[in-house]
């Protein structure tokens, strides 16, 4: 229920393997009717993972393709990649795709996001540098200015010596010519490691 009136409800199927393969959405109708409004299908392969997610809308008759997602694995059931395509003029049309490498600790470590305008185009890049197999020290955001990879901003990690829990970070903006800091985030963990307080500075 929203403040102005306005009501939404889902409803879920799920499979023999508690996964939910279809999600239904009703919206509020005239007195306290629901009005059937759109349906989202999550597929899976033989290994539990998804593979597809498809987005429909009610047209009062049948069942419109709106959207979909395609998603990739390697032999390690890593996901490589996912490709965000919409349904238009009766056919799919490529839209976003996200690309995925890892390390050897199995950490995602370059996170390519491309964008189609006739082929595919490179948009956003994310890498994250780690140490000690699993810490992540340090990461990178860089935008594509049509020729090569630009720096956008970037992130430096700091962890307790003693229990390695994440205690601050450093965010940069680059200028073009060096890095100006932006923000900077204190963090208050408790024995367990769960976060109690955070502190921006700015």
Same mark, same amino acid.
Request: aromatic share 20%.
């Given at each position: 229920?929203?403040?102005?009136?306005?009501?939404? &409800?889902?409803?879920?199927?799920?499979?023999?393997?508690? &996964?939910?393969? &279809?999600?239904?959405?009703?919206?509020?109708?005239?007195?306290?009717?629901?009005?059937?409004?759109?349906?989202?299908?999550?597929?899976?392969?033989?290994?539990?993972?998804?593979?597809?997610?498809?987005?429909?809308?009610?047209?009062?008759?049948?069942?419109?393709?709106?959207?979909?997602?395609?998603?990739?694995?390697?032999?390690?059931?890593?996901?490589?990649?996912?490709?965000?395509?919409?349904?238009?003029?009766?056919?799919?049309?490529?839209? +976003?795709?996200?690309?995925?490498?890892?390390?050897?600790?199995?950490?995602?470590?370059?996170?390519?996001?491309?964008?189609?305008?006739?082929?595919?185009?490179?948009?956003?890049?994310?890498?994250?540098?780690?140490?000690?197999?699993?810490?992540?020290?340090?990461?990178?955001?860089?935008?594509?200015?049509?020729?090569?990879?630009?720096?956008?901003?970037?992130?430096?990690?700091?962890?307790?010596?003693?229990?390695?829990?994440?205690?601050?970070?450093?965010?940069?903006?680059?200028?073009?010519?060096?890095?100006?800091?932006?923000?900077?985030?204190?963090?208050?963990?408790?024995?367990?490691?769960?976060?109690?307080?955070?502190?921006? +500075?700015?």
């Amino acid at each position: 229920n929203s403040v102005t009136g306005g009501r939404l &409800k889902m409803e879920f199927e799920y499979d023999s393997n508690d &996964k939910i393969i &279809k999600q239904l959405l009703f919206g509020s109708g005239v007195g306290s009717s629901w009005v059937l409004s759109g349906k989202t299908e999550y597929y899976f392969a033989g290994n539990q993972k998804l593979i597809l997610e498809l987005h429909l809308d009610w047209n009062g008759s049948n069942w419109d393709s709106v959207s979909r997602f395609e998603y990739f694995y390697n032999t390690q059931e890593q996901l490589t990649q996912f490709v965000y395509q919409n349904y238009i003029a009766n056919k799919w049309e490529n839209y +976003l795709r996200y690309s995925y490498t890892y390390d050897g600790y199995e950490n995602r470590v370059n996170s390519l996001t491309e964008e189609w305008l006739n082929r595919w185009q490179n948009l956003h890049l994310f890498t994250a540098y780690y140490s000690d197999g699993e810490r992540m020290d340090s990461s990178l955001f860089q935008m594509w200015n049509s020729t090569d990879w630009e720096n956008y901003f970037r992130t430096t990690f700091y962890y307790n010596n003693q229990t390695q829990f994440l205690e601050s970070f450093i965010g940069q903006l680059w200028t073009g010519v060096s890095w100006i800091n932006d923000l900077n985030r204190k963090i208050t963990n408790d024995q367990n490691g769960n976060q109690l307080l955070q502190l921006d +500075l700015v």
